[in-house]
C-alpha cells in the first residue's frame, strides 16, 4: 500500500486498539495481581523495588512482562520484515491475529497463575504498540497514554497561540485516543468483575473487528488507486 492510503494509520482503527489497549491493563492490574500489561516503566521500578530489598524471585514477577514486552516489539518487526511483500495480508494484519491468539490462550490460564498470563498479555501489548504507532500521519500509542497526553496537550497549546485548525484537530485526536483508552479500562473492570479470567475475550472481539476492518480499508485504498 502506499503511504498516502496507510489504512493503519486511520482514526477508526487507532480508536478501536486503544480500547483494546485500556482493557488488557485493566484486566492484568485486576486479575493478576496489580501488574500492568501496557506500563512497562512501572513494572521496571516495581522490579527493582524488589531487588533493593533483596526479593530477587519477587524482581522476576515484574521482569517477566517487561522482557515479553520486548520480545513483543521484535516479534512484530519480524513479522514486518517476512510479510512486507505479501498479496494476501497486510503485515499489520497478521500482528493483529497473533495478538488475538495470545490473549484468547491468556483466557484460559486460571487467576493463580499470573505470571504466565501476564507475560502473554505484555508479549500481546509489546506488538501492538510497535505495529500501530501512528494515527492520520501523527505518532501515537496504543497501549499506553503518556505520549498521547503530551502531544494532545502541546498541539491544543500551538492552536490556542496560532490559531491553526490543523493543531487544533491534531490535539482533539489525541484526547480522543485518550478517551478510548479509558473506556476500553472501564469495561475491562466490568466484564472482570462477571466473568473473571475469561474477560480478556472481550479484547479479543475488538482486535478481530480491527483485524477485518483492515480489509475494508484495503479495499477502498485499492479503488482510489484505480481512479
Known amino acids: ?20 489497549g485500556g482493557f488488557m491493563d485493566a484486566y492484568s492490574y485486576l486479575c493478576h495481581d496489580k501488574v500492568f500489561a501496557n506500563a ?30 520486548a520480545i513483543g516489539i521484535a516479534l512484530a518487526d519480524i ?5 512486507k511483500n505479501r498479496d494476501l495480508f497486510h503485515w499489520r494484519q497478521l500482528s493483529v491475529l497473533c495478538e488475538a491468539i495470545l490473549l484468547c490462550i491468556v483466557g484460559f490460564i486460571p487467576l493463580k497463575y499470573n505470571l504466565p ?13 510497535e505495529s500501530f504507532r501512528k494515527v492520520q500521519g501523527n505518532g501515537y500509542a496504543t497501549t499506553m497514554c503518556i505520549g498521547n497526553l503530551r502531544s494532545g496537550t502541546s498541539a491544543l497549546t500551538e492552536y490556542w497561540y496560532s490559531r491553526d485548525k490543523k493543531a487544533a484537530e491534531k490535539g482533539l ?14 469495561l475491562g473492570s466490568f466484564f472482570v468483575s462477571r466473568i ?9 472481539i475488538f482486535l478481530t473487528v480491527a483485524f477485518c476492518l483492515m480489509f475494508i480499508d484495503r479495499e477502498n485504498a485499492k479503488k482510489k488507486q484505480s481512479a
Open 40 to 69: 512497562q516503566t512501572g513494572n521496571i521500578i516495581l522490579m527493582m523495588l524488589k531487588l533493593a530489598k533483596g526479593n530477587y524471585l519477587g524482581a522476576t514477577f515484574y521482569l517477566c512482562p517487561v522482557a515479553a514486552f
Open 173 to 186: 485526536i489525541f484526547y480522543l485516543i485518550i478517551f478510548c483508552f479509558a473506556v476500553g479500562a472501564v
Open 1 to 20: 500500500m502506499q503511504k498516502t492510503l496507510q489504512v493503519s494509520e486511520s482514526l477508526e482503527l487507532g480508536m478501536i486498539l486503544a480500547i483494546s
Open 196 to 204: 473473571r479470567e475469561h474477560a480478556i475475550w472481550i479484547c479479543v
Open 79 to 83: 513479522i514486518r520484515h517476512h510479510m
Open 117 to 129: 498470563a501476564n507475560s502473554l498479555t505484555s508479549l500481546a501489548c509489546g506488538i501492538q504498540v
